[in-house]
């Protein structure tokens, strides 16, 4: 079966502390993985995949796929990146490329 | 290019009742999916509509049915309406595969439907 399990609901945080959103995933092939995040008032919109390896507003996260785990991290939190966090991940066996998602961790930066 | 858009914001029905949400893609894109994000939760494959077919549809009842036009838009038809199906219903939007445009889905602000 395909699954995203994202294990915190809310994760609270001071400003400057590091920052660990879990990630884990079922899948018996090979998945992409993705971030997505939805800001207050504002649409879902993609964060990061693991394909491109980049670093997106100071957050980077790596496919550990002998922990089938996708966490995402950021060594400083700031206020703005208050928001809600989405893993997810793409079947490859098929073109839709349709998103199986986590439920989601809502990430709190306190000042 | 305002990007997708979905219509209406928000929606109220009442048990048994039939819906229809409507969603523009973003320009350029020919491809649309639609998700169902109940209170809570993460949003939910309903299925995806390219070339005016349904070309993967999720784990959804035949309730949910839906339409590509030949201008990409989409609908999502829901009957028989049961509290559960309220939710936000989200519409994504993406680059035709061969197009070497990326496949990154860019989604609507959604349609809260509350059935009462």
């Known amino acids: 079966a395909q699954r995203v399990t994202q294990p915190e609901k809310l994760l609270s945080v001071f400003k400057g502390a590091p920052v660990e959103l879990k990630c884990n995933y079922s899948?018996?092939?090979?998945?992409?993985l993705f971030w997505y995040v939805q800001y207050s008032r504002q649409r879902l919109q993609l964060l990061l995949r693991?394909?491109s390896r980049e670093s997106i507003k100071g957050f980077t996260a790596d496919l550990n796929k002998g922990e089938t785990s996708f966490h995402l991290k950021k060594p400083f939190a700031q206020e703005e990146d208050s928001a809600m966090y989405y893993c997810a991940l793409t079947p490859l066996v098929d073109s839709s490329y349709k998103l199986i998602f986590g439920s989601g961790t809502r990430l709190l930066v306190r000042p | 290019d305002a990007g997708v858009t979905q219509s209406p914001t928000h929606l109220i029905k009442t048990r048994g009742q039939q819906v229809t949400l409507r969603c523009s893609p973003k320009s350029g894109h020919d491809t649309v999916s639609w998700y169902q994000q109940a209170l809570g939760q993460g949003p939910q494959f309903i299925f995806q509509?390219?070339?005016?077919?349904?070309?993967q549809r999720g784990n959804f009842p035949d309730r949910f049915s839906g339409h590509q036009f030949p201008n990409y838009s989409s609908e999502l038809n829901v009957n028989a309406l049961l509290l559960g199906d309220s939710a936000l219903y989200l519409c994504?939007?993406?680059?035709?595969?061969?197009?070497?445009?990326?496949?990154?889905?860019?989604f609507g602000p959604g349609t809260r439907l509350t059935v009462l």
């Open positions: 994504a939007s993406r680059y035709p595969l061969d197009s070497g445009g990326s496949d990154t889905q860019y």
């Open positions: 693991h394909i």
């Open positions: 509509y390219y070339e005016e077919e349904e070309r």
């Open positions: 899948y018996s092939g090979s998945p992409e």
